[in-house]
């Protein structure tokens, strides 16, 4: 069963704390995604990547960065959290062309 | 500026009672439209992807319709386990690394 895994379902930081969260997939895809929802907000695309070492902007950028050093691995950086970062956090990859993507189960992250 | 709305933003349903939810989109070339089912507190679960209009798919007491602007997901005589949240979501022949927008959900309460 393929699969796009979050490392944490739950996690609590502090405010000026950086973040790591980390995201596997196994499905040898070439995209690979990081979106935040909020109520009454949707899905908002923070990052993506289409390949290795590659990054693109989303539209909520600003306060987060990311890394891709292997095609399976996509990680989501908050340099220094603060409490309007706190979300659910949404990973997910896609083949190439008009398919859908996986998700992960989601990391609920909650900035004190 | 791509935009994808859905409606109603909730919907409580009686068990068998059949429904229909609404997923219109103005986009500039559309590679492809995809519903999604989310339960609390997990990722969404790919459901169907549609690619032009008139195309229909179906899965068990799920239907998807497309036209030239709008899609619709059909919910006939749904059953609890029918409770999530429906996300549609839309990719444009524009969009770099299979990107996709989405709409802000769809609540479904179906009550036994």
């Known amino acids: 069963d393929v699969k796009v895994t979050q490392s944490s379902r739950y996690l609590v930081k502090r405010t000026g704390e950086k973040v790591f969260l980390e995201c596997v997939q196994d499905?040898?895809?070439?995209?690979m995604f990081w979106y935040r929802q909020d109520p009454g907000l949707g899905l908002r695309l923070i990052y993506f990547?289409?390949?290795?070492?590659?990054?693109e902007k989303g539209d909520i950028p600003e306060g987060y960065s990311v890394s891709r050093e292997k095609k399976e691995r996509f990680s989501l950086i908050l340099e220094s959290a603060s409490t309007n970062q706190t979300s659910m956090y949404l990973c997910?990859?896609?083949?190439?062309?008009?398919?859908?993507?996986?998700f992960g189960s989601g990391t609920r992250l909650t900035v004190v | 500026e791509d935009q994808v709305t859905q409606s109603p933003e909730a919907l409580r349903l009686q068990e068998g009672e059949s429904s229909s939810l609404n997923c219109s989109y103005t986009?500039?070339?559309?590679?492809?439209l995809f519903w999604y089912r989310q339960d609390p507190g997990k990722g969404p679960e790919f459901l169907f992807t549609?690619?032009?209009a008139g195309e229909e798919k179906e899965k068990e007491r799920l239907k998807a319709t497309l036209t030239k602007k709008e899609s619709f997901l059909h919910i006939t005589a749904p059953k609890p386990e029918d409770s999530a949240t429906y996300l549609c979501?839309?990719?444009?022949?524009?969009?770099?690394?299979?990107?996709?927008?989405f709409g802000g959900g769809t609540r479904v309460l179906v009550k036994p």
């Open positions: 549609l690619y032009s």
């Open positions: 499905m040898d895809h070439e995209n």
């Open positions: 990547s289409y390949d290795v070492k590659m990054k």
């Open positions: 986009v500039s070339g559309l590679r492809g």
């Open positions: 979501a839309v990719r444009t022949v524009k969009a770099a690394g299979n990107k996709l927008t």
């Open positions: 997910a990859s896609s083949t190439q062309g008009a398919y859908g993507y996986t």
